[in-house]
């Protein structure tokens, strides 16, 4: 089985979902029993399956079931998986699609009969899964194509020509990852929301930062140029639909309200530029687009930060939809986000076979967007993005204190210090972003509707402390090298 395990790492994480899914079943029917009635359906399969009553107890066959298909499962594996591979795969088919089954009867039986049961995902969060899943599979299944159409058009990147200090890749790999990301997420949009104003300006905002993306992934362009001129001009048109702050939150009690200066311009009608709301808005959506672009150092990490993000929105968005019913459309904004995202996670992780490239804006310019249109604002984004936001933030200070331009790559992120100092592997690094947006997210969730002061405070401090250390060392070692 140790064999099994460090040879056929795919296979055994499979098992350990497998394994993961079974004891939930078993804590499932054990929280549902004490409000079944007195007989329930053990085998729902309509027809017959309203007619095939049991005692409810009974339910505990079908977890019973999943462990004999586990244990039978392990025991082919380790068996035969020296000596007849071909044979092991087919029994893993089986289980999964056994365990989905059984999973789906489960659910119809505690869903249709176990009503008076405290429903585990409420009628809201219920309705956010099929537009993730939607999305997600529709992200998931057009990329390959969408490789094949990136390398036609030549948009790959190749260590060979393209020196960078940050560049990690050792062969060819195709960039233009917002082509896909961009496809699932204009589908998955129309299906689901359709294009309201604001929706709509996002659309454009993002479509014209994933299109500049694809220009740059194949000519490389001027950073400056994409930075200060391209990227502002998908800025304005998402601001130009009356995306942006007109207010914030003050954490000792308030609001700031920047509305003070409206400014009215005649233009194809009457419009009104809110000054001081605009600017605000713009350097946030500037901030986010370069801050999440940095965190796509390594294989894998920018789709689960981003992702993950995206998704704790949607379910921050969700939990106050019946006090504000317009946040439903941002939820269901986010998670359509979330799985256009986490669609390419598959491609992205290590080895890639697909770099998000510059298009790691377009989704940076959605999810500031998104932290506009919920409640959450500034607060929760900063909270979610709290390891990439300071440690942009000191990448940027200790490029300046080296009078270099704080846009100015290289390899000074905390990922490239875990990997050159630490020697962690590629993979570690972004299960290591991967576990850490989980936790500040979870913590966000868990303050929604609260001040998020404290949390900033106790958790930022935290961070600060290691980023800093980090980032000493990174200037010592430069001081160093420059005789200084």
């Known amino acids: 089985m140790l064999y099994f395990f460090s040879t056929h790492k795919r296979?055994?994480?499979?098992?350990?979902?497998?394994?993961?899914?079974?004891?939930?079943?078993?804590?499932?029917?054990?929280?549902?029993?004490?409000?079944?009635?007195?007989?329930?359906?053990?085998?729902?399969?309509?027809?017959?399956?309203?007619?095939?009553?049991?005692?409810?107890?009974n339910l505990y066959a079908i977890p019973v079931l999943m462990t004999w298909i586990f244990l039978c499962l392990n025991l082919i594996s380790s068996k035969f998986i020296k000596t007849q591979k071909q044979l092991v795969y087919p029994f893993f088919a089986f289980a999964v699609v056994s365990n989905i089954y059984l999973l789906w009867s489960l659910y119809i039986i505690s869903d249709s009969f176990l009503f008076?049961?405290?429903?585990?995902?409420?009628?809201?969060?219920?309705?956010?899964?099929?537009?993730?899943?939607?999305?997600?599979?529709?992200?998931?299944?057009?990329t390959p194509l969408s490789i094949k159409f990136i390398k036609l058009i030549g948009a790959v990147d190749d260590p060979k020509k393209h020196k960078h200090p940050a560049m990690l890749i050792k062969t060819s790999v195709p960039r233009g990852g917002s082509i896909p990301f961009l496809l699932a997420f204009i589908i998955g949009t129309a299906i689901f929301i359709g294009f309201p104003k604001k929706v709509l300006g996002i659309v454009i905002g993002a479509t014209i930062a994933g299109v500049v993306a694809v220009i740059d992934d194949k000519y490389d362009l001027n950073r400056n140029v994409r930075l200060l001129v391209l990227l502002p001009i998908a800025i304005l048109a998402i601001i130009g639909f009356g995306v942006g702050f007109f207010f914030f939150n003050n954490p000792f009690g308030g609001t700031v309200q920047l509305d003070s200066i409206i400014i009215p311009v005649n233009f194809i009608g009457t419009h009104h530029i809110v000054l001081l709301a605009d600017l605000f808005t713009f350097f946030w959506f500037l901030w986010v687009a370069n801050m999440i672009n940095w965190s796509s150092g390594v294989d894998g990490q920018f789709s689960g930060v981003a992702g993950i993000t995206a998704l704790v929105i949607g379910l921050i968005s969700i939990k106050i939809v019946k006090i504000e019913p317009e946040q439903f459309e941002t939820a269901m904004l986010a998670v359509i986000t979330a799985g256009a995202i986490l669609g390419l996670a598959p491609y992205t992780w290590y080895p890639q076979?697909?770099?998000?490239?510059?298009?790691?804006?377009?989704?940076?310019?959605?999810?500031?967007?998104?932290?506009?249109?919920?409640?959450?604002?500034?607060?929760?984004?900063?909270?979610?993005?709290?390891?990439?936001?300071?440690?942009?933030?000191?990448?940027?200070?200790?490029?300046?204190?080296?009078?270099?331009?704080?846009?100015?790559?290289?390899?000074?992120?905390?990922?490239?210090?875990?990997?050159?100092?630490?020697?962690?592997?590629?993979?570690?690094?972004?299960?290591?972003?991967?576990?850490?947006?989980?936790?500040?997210?979870?913590?966000?969730?868990?303050?929604?509707?609260?001040?998020?002061?404290?949390?900033?405070?106790?958790?930022?401090?935290?961070?600060?402390?290691?980023?800093?250390?980090?980032?000493?060392?990174?200037?010592?070692?430069?001081?160093?090298?420059?005789?200084?």
């Open 11 to 57: 296979l055994a994480v499979i098992l350990l979902l497998l394994f993961l899914v079974n004891i939930f079943t078993y804590v499932f029917v054990w929280l549902k029993l004490p409000f079944a009635p007195e007989l329930i359906p053990l085998w729902y399969s309509m027809p017959k399956g309203e007619k095939i009553l049991s005692s409810p107890n």
């Open 116 to 142: 008076l049961a405290p429903s585990i995902i409420s009628p809201e969060y219920k309705s956010l899964i099929t537009p993730f899943i939607v999305t997600f599979a529709i992200s998931y299944f057009i």
């Open 353 to 484: 076979k697909l770099m998000w490239g510059f298009g790691t804006t377009a989704v940076g310019l959605i999810i500031a967007s998104l932290s506009i249109l919920t409640n959450a604002k500034v607060a929760t984004a900063v909270l979610i993005l709290l390891v990439p936001t300071l440690d942009a933030v000191l990448v940027m200070v200790r490029r300046i204190m080296q009078k270099r331009m704080p846009t100015w790559g290289d390899r000074a992120h905390l990922h490239h210090y875990l990997l050159d100092k630490k020697g962690w592997s590629i993979p570690q690094i972004a299960t290591f972003y991967w576990g850490i947006t989980m936790f500040t997210g979870s913590l966000a969730l868990f303050t929604a509707g609260k001040s998020k002061l404290l949390a900033l405070l106790l958790v930022g401090g935290v961070v600060a402390f290691v980023l800093s250390v980090v980032h000493y060392g990174f200037f010592k070692d430069w001081k160093k090298a420059n005789g200084k």
